[in-house]
């Protein structure tokens, strides 16, 4: 239970004996064993030692801003068994109407008894984000219509209850089993078989040894211009060392059609749910099932130059072990060309990518910091990195897709980022968190 400090009544309740009623000792309380920390929530010290032990049941209620709440979600939801209850108070907004009103203060809290309690959006905000990631969970909200006598006829003493307000609680049941088709050990993805996959053929090499990787969502006409620019490329070179793995991203209704690759070396994945900023996922199946030592990344905006598809031949056919990065971009922004570098387009080896932990998942649901917490990895473990837009002899990507009317939104991956980097949450190495089908 976290709460926003301990006062003296609280402590009092923690006593072992029960000498004026009021101690939770005198109802049983104190047979379930307790350790009292009185420190920050997320204060390292106590984070690390709670961390060695899986928890049944969390309460937050500690400081209602919308970054505390989030960081200790984030941080308390790593330590709750599967089938554990993670929960905290005041889920209530007077903004919103997706949230219930927040309630009148009680008679506990003297002067303002009966009088509007504190609005909580932010708590309500830091939940709903947070739990956007899990799509398949439901929230579930508390009635607090609790009364002396109510309570008496339960065989609980009213004077154990001490509450400013009626505001609602929340709670989530962490699912016993979360899909999730790997772990990443040791630079290779080792399969977990309780998840479904489904495979219709395979991904062969075909005696290629570059996998140019392309994520797909929805947009056919985008994905048909795409193709007929790489068409308009294609060397026999390309076509003898290319192999190309489309990963459509979970597309509710406009579903890519596999048969349209033909002239090409390829094979497309389809991710079975809707996930929302899905990125990480999605690039993590499309290492997993391309068949070719070295992986080039692109975005669906992204019209590579012949220049850079050559480049990355050269690059897989010589056994470069070092990863490409940065590599120039032209954008067409409101008329004007703007010359930059592609943050999602990338260049290594699968050992590399794997190795480095994939992308980590635990970003998918929000966006932002995919590219970001990637290349943070880089760093940290000391690979060899190549910033492409340096090197002068390789032609810019064409990027000609801006979608404005697109929330991005990078606020609750930025604290996960921090929490992250901070080593208060770990790395996570469990990948392929979802149902797919592989088609060839």
Same mark, same amino acid.
């Given at each position: 239970m976290i709460e926003p400090y301990v006062n003296e009544n609280l402590r009092n309740r923690l006593r072992d004996n029960c000498s004026e009623g009021f101690e939770w000792?005198?109802?049983?309380?104190?047979?379930?064993?307790?350790?009292?920390?009185?420190?920050?929530?997320?204060?390292?010290?106590v984070l690390k030692l709670l961390s060695k032990v899986e928890l049944?049941?969390?309460?937050?209620?500690?400081?209602?801003?919308? &970054? %505390?709440?989030? #960081?200790?979600?984030?941080?308390?939801?790593?330590?709750?068994?599967?089938?554990?209850?993670?929960?905290?108070? @005041?889920?209530?907004?007077?903004?919103?109407?997706?949230a219930p009103v927040c309630g009148l203060y009680t008679e506990f809290k003297g002067t303002k008894h009966n009088k509007p309690s504190q609005d909580q959006s932010e708590v309500v905000k830091a939940v709903q984000n947070w739990s956007s990631r899990y799509p398949n969970m439901q929230i579930h909200i508390t009635t607090e219509n609790f009364t002396a006598e109510s309570l008496d006829r339960l065989g609980f003493n009213y004077s154990l209850v001490i509450t400013s307000t009626r505001n609602p609680s929340w709670y989530y049941i962490k699912p016993t089993h979360i899909c999730g088709s790997g772990k990443i050990v040791g630079g290779h993805v080792i399969q977990n078989p309780k998840c479904i996959h489904e495979l219709v053929g395979q991904c062969k090499t075909q005696g290629t040894l570059l996998?140019?990787?392309?994520?797909?969502?929805?947009?056919?006409d985008r994905m048909a211009n795409l193709l007929n620019h790489y068409r308009?490329?294609?060397?026999?070179?390309?076509? #003898?060392?290319?192999?190309?793995?489309?990963?459509?991203d979970g597309s509710p209704r406009n579903?890519?059609?596999?048969?349209?690759?033909?002239?090409?070396?390829?094979?497309?994945? =389809?991710?079975?749910? &809707?996930?929302?900023?899905?990125?990480?996922?999605?690039?993590?199946?499309?290492?997993?099932?391309?068949?070719?030592?070295?992986?080039?990344f692109t975005d669906s905006d992204s019209f590579l130059s012949k220049s850079i598809l050559e480049f990355s031949v050269d690059r897989a056919k010589a056994e470069d072990k070092r990863i490409f990065i940065d590599f120039?971009? !032209? #954008?067409?922004?409101?008329? %004007?060309?703007?010359?930059?570098?592609?943050?999602?387009?990338?260049?290594? =080896?699968?050992?590399?990518?794997?190795?480095?932990?994939?992308? @980590?998942?635990?970003? !998918?649901?929000?966006?932002?910091?995919?590219?970001?917490?990637?290349?943070? #990895?880089? @760093?940290?473990s000391g690979y060899k990195v190549v910033q492409v837009k340096k090197m002068l002899h390789v032609d810019p990507i064409i990027s000609q897709f801006e979608d404005g009317s697109i929330r991005r &939104?990078?606020?609750?991956?930025?604290?996960?980022?921090?929490?992250?980097?901070?080593?208060?949450?770990?790395?996570?190495? &469990?990948c392929l968190r979802f149902n797919w089908s592989l088609t060839s």
């Open positions: 000792s005198c109802y049983g309380i104190h047979n379930n064993s307790y350790t009292l920390f009185e420190n920050k929530s997320l204060n390292p010290q049944n049941f969390i309460y937050l209620d500690g400081l209602h801003t919308y &970054d %505390n709440l989030l #960081r200790e979600l984030h941080v308390y939801w790593k330590m709750l068994k599967p089938g554990g209850v993670i929960a905290g108070h @005041d889920y209530c907004s007077n903004q919103t109407n997706d996998s140019l990787i392309i994520l797909y969502y929805e947009d056919k308009s490329l294609w060397t026999p070179e390309l076509q #003898r060392y290319v192999h190309v793995t489309i990963i459509d579903k890519f059609d596999c048969d349209l690759m033909h002239g090409f070396k390829a094979c497309c994945a =389809t991710i079975k749910e &809707d996930i929302t900023w899905n990125i990480g996922g999605a690039r993590n199946l499309a290492a997993y099932v391309s068949p070719t030592p070295h992986l080039l120039p971009r !032209v #954008r067409k922004l409101s008329g %004007n060309e703007v010359l930059s570098s592609h943050p999602a387009v990338m260049l290594l =080896t699968k050992h590399s990518f794997w190795s480095n932990g994939g992308c @980590d998942e635990d970003f !998918v649901g929000s966006y932002g910091f995919t590219d970001v917490h990637f290349k943070k #990895r880089l @760093d940290q &939104d990078a606020s609750m991956n930025k604290v996960l980022y921090q929490l992250k980097t901070q080593l208060i949450l770990p790395w996570s190495n &469990d």
